[in-house]
């Protein structure tokens, strides 16, 4: 309904003073704009219903319309599929036949190549750009496979030749998409010249000419991504770039496969630089300085961590510094003093991502885009942590657990990160890693000894060192995530309960190699289960009283069921006459501590407040409230 015109100021009597009937058109009033509320609230919830078709609409997919499935692009894909399968199956019976030479077979199929790459750019150029651009992309598939096929299945050309004709069409179709403005196209391009090498490369080949090839592609890749900023693109030259990489790895540069000489391993770093530098360094300085693209909706809705640009400013510090230190041998101490520099640099960035303002780096610095800190922020985060788990490892070695207790460490750090600023994807992975390491470390710690019905292994001289500073790391790690955390949460009683059995297994390890070990951990845990008991208590803390009952409770069971015949006379009377003579005195000073149930939540939350009681009906109630309002 209309609005209604605002209610009249009440006039005043003769005196100018508020009167009697003042009163009673402030009431009038009020009643009106309250009809007035109601009826617009019981408007505002009659709906309009929906026919049957837009609930269908509404609830499929957006990538899924039917306008879509019926569009000139799907129906070219398919088609271009389709025909690509077909010569195949062509060439097959030809070949089964024995009918045609293998210089007419490749001779035939560049043919067809050529055919569809002039075939698609005379469509382009006549206002049929969608099917052109398809037509372009089959023609460079095609001709990727006929200079293979020529190079490793006949030897119709060297392999040098194979190369330039492969780089000669991928730049090509690299200047083709960069024209039309056609990020399918770049991709086809990038991923075709790239991964060819996987298919030239039979476990042997020259690393130099590989080295330049990658290095070439790559940069032409760059160099459109630069002006494009297609996120694609930016995968593309990713996974076929550090492709590249690992097949020049293989074929020339690790220990097992050739004596690699200086030339090689040079050839080699530069190809790794340049890989490094298209995919972790130019998505960075584009994020930050130049416009977004305009990309697909469907890719809009991936999560930031498994978008393309993210994945690869993410893979680049690992895998370079991971293929240099192998291809160079580098002592541990400079490996690992390489990933803290980087470590650092990285959170350096992320500091710079979260900073309100521009850094004091002069005042044209621009501030950080949204944009560019949702995409950023995850990469540069993780990146960060596994920089400095790798760094621990190169240092201490993969098999020592304080690698494993850094690890957890870091993870812990991007889990509270993501969850400081709300990065969900961020928080979430970070909470993997953590909570898997730290139940891989409670293990590790609990294992070291021997098996639980084994005898005891003695520990070697340094090691129980080992073992406690990686419980340290990861536990205290686990604990200050945990406690941070809102009472309450899932998150605070994963990790604390993480936390815990990392306290556990450590005490274990501790002390049951010393005489009467099995009776020292017993008490062992159920002193600290007291503790805990005694500080969740006078910090009404509803997660710490029940590890703590329910530890001492575990601790019975393990005396009762495990260590009954290991224990003396003596032992097993101090342990249930003590830890029974404990929780005496704290069920005394504290006797709600056995209703955990009554009055956990009490406990933990506020209790609710006392709603004010209702006011009374009728006008009667209306005039009382007006005035009392206006003094009358």
Do not use: C, N
């Amino acid at each position: 309904m209309p609005p209604t015109d605002p209610p009249r100021p009440p006039a005043t009597g003769a005196d100018g003073a508020d009167g009697p009937r003042s009163a009673d058109a402030r009431i009038a009033a009020l009643e009106e704009r309250v009809a007035d509320l109601e009826a617009r609230l019981a408007q505002a919830r009659v709906r309009p219903a929906r026919t049957l078709g837009e609930r269908v609409e509404r609830a499929r997919p957006p990538w899924m319309r039917w306008s879509e499935v019926r569009s000139e692009d799907v129906l070219g894909k398919a088609g271009i599929a389709l025909l690509l399968i077909g010569v195949l199956f062509l060439l097959q019976y030809a070949l089964d036949l024995d009918l045609l030479t293998p210089a007419v077979r490749v001779g035939g199929a560049g043919a067809l190549g050529a055919a569809l790459l002039a075939l698609g750019l005379r469509l382009s150029r006549r206002g049929r750009p969608t099917l052109g651009r398809l037509l372009e992309g089959g023609g460079v598939a095609t001709l990727y496979g006929t200079l293979w096929a020529a190079s490793q299945l006949y030897g119709l050309i060297p392999l040098g030749a194979a190369f330039a004709g492969l780089a000669g069409v991928a730049a090509l179709a690299l200047v083709l998409a960069e024209r039309e403005r056609d990020a399918a196209l770049s991709v086809v391009a990038t991923l075709g010249g790239l991964l060819t090498p996987l298919l030239l490369y039979r476990g042997a080949g020259p690393v130099v000419p590989l080295a330049a090839y990658g290095a070439l592609l790559v940069g032409a890749a760059g160099a459109v991504y630069a002006r494009r900023g297609w996120p694609a693109l930016a995968g593309a030259a990713a996974l076929g770039g550090w492709g590249v990489a690992l097949v020049a790895w293989d074929v020339g540069v690790r220990p097992e496969a050739a004596a690699a000489g200086g030339a090689e391993r040079l050839a080699f770093t530069a190809l790794v630089g340049a890989v490094a530098g298209v995919t972790g360094a130019l998505p960075v300085w584009r994020a930050l300085y130049r416009p977004a693209p305009d990309v697909p909706v469907a890719s809009r809705r991936w999560p930031r961590l498994l978008r393309p640009e993210g994945l690869a400013v993410l893979a680049a510090p690992l895998l370079t510094l991971g293929f240099l230190d192998a291809a160079w041998s580098w002592p541990p101490a400079f490996a690992a003093a390489l990933a803290a520099g980087g470590a650092a640099g990285y959170g350096l960035g992320v500091r710079r991502l979260l900073a309100p303002a521009p850094p004091a780096l002069g005042a044209s610095t621009p501030p950080v885009s949204a944009e560019a800190r949702a995409l950023l922020l995850g990469p540069f985060a993780l990146a960060a942590g596994a920089l400095a788990a790798w760094g621990a490892g190169r240092l201490l070695g993969s098999s020592d657990v304080r690698t494993l207790g850094a690890a957890v460490a870091a993870a812990a750090a991007v889990a509270a990160l993501g969850r400081h600023e709300g990065r969900r994807d961020l928080a979430r992975l970070g909470d993997l890693a953590a909570l898997g390491g730290g139940l891989w470390l409670a293990a590790w710690l609990a294992l070291s000894l021997g098996w639980p019905w084994d005898a005891v292994a003695p520990l070697r001289p340094g090691r129980f060192a080992e073992l406690t500073t990686a419980a340290l790391l990861g536990g205290a790690a686990l604990a200050l995530v945990g406690f941070r955390a809102g009472r309450g949460s899932a998150t605070r009683a994963v990790y604390v309960t993480a936390a815990h059995l990392v306290a556990l297994a450590w005490l274990r390890l501790a002390l049951r190699p010393l005489g009467d070990g099995a009776a020292l951990v017993s008490l062992g845990w159920g002193l600290y289960a007291i503790a805990l008991l005694v500080v969740g208590l006078r910090l009404r803390d509803g997660l710490l009283r029940p590890l703590g009952l329910y530890t001492v409770l575990a601790t019975a069971a393990k005396v009762l069921l495990f260590d009954l015949d290991a224990i003396a006379v003596p032992w097993r009377i101090a342990l249930f006459l003590g830890l029974g003579a404990l929780l005496l005195v704290v069920s005394y000073f504290a006797p709600h501590l056995l209703r955990l149930g009554d009055d956990d939540a009490g406990d933990d939350e506020p209790p609710p407040p006392t709603p004010p009681p209702p006011p009374p009906s009728g006008d009667g109630a209306a005039r009382e409230v007006v005035l009392e309002a206006t003094g009358a």
